[in-house]
Nanobody, 124 residues
Framework: QVRLVESGGGSVQAGDTLRLSCAAS????????MGWFRQAPGKEREFVAA????????RYVDSVKGRFTISRDNAKNTVYLQMNSLEPEDTAVYYC?????????????????WGQGTQVTVSS
C-alpha cells in the first residue's frame, strides 16, 4: 500500500508559477513510476506528466510541454510538478498517482494508487 498526499495548489493569475508536491509513504517509493493527472469540472481526468522510477524516462501531455516539469527525489519520497506560465485552461484538481507497472504508464488505468488531489485555479 502506498499513501500519496499532494500539496502546493492555489489560486494564481495567468502567467504565474506553482510547484506541486506529492509525498509518498508506505511501501518503497523508489520502485514506483509516478504520474500527475488533472480533472477540470465536467471533464474526464487526464494525464499530465509521468516519470519512471529512476527518473530516466519522462512523458508529458502536449499541452504542458515546455511549461511543466516533473521531477522526483527518491530520498525524500516526493514527486514534484513545476508549473510555469500557467493558463486558465490549467485550472483543475491535480492528482498524483503511483504505478508498479514495468512500462511507464500514461493512462489512468495504469496507476494503482492515488492521492486526494489539490486544486489549482488560474484566472485571466
Amino acid at each position: 500500500q502506498v499513501r500519496l498526499v499532494e500539496s502546493g495548489g492555489g489560486s494564481v493569475q495567468a502567467g504565474d508559477t506553482l510547484r506541486l508536491s506529492c509525498a509518498a509513504s508506505g511501501r518503497t517509493f523508489s520502485i514506483y513510476h509516478m504520474g500527475w493527472f488533472r480533472q477540470a469540472p465536467g471533464k474526464e481526468r487526464e494525464f499530465v506528466a509521468a516519470i519512471s522510477w529512476r527518473g530516466a524516462i519522462i512523458r508529458y501531455v502536449d499541452s504542458v510541454k515546455g511549461r511543466f516539469t516533473i521531477s522526483r527525489d527518491n530520498a525524500k519520497n516526493t514527486v514534484y510538478l513545476q508549473m510555469n506560465s500557467l493558463e486558465p485552461e490549467d485550472t483543475a484538481v491535480y492528482y498524483c498517482a503511483a504505478a508498479s507497472a514495468v512500462v511507464l504508464p500514461i493512462t489512468r488505468t495504469g496507476y494503482e494508487y492515488w492521492g486526494q488531489g489539490t486544486q489549482v485555479t488560474v484566472s485571466s
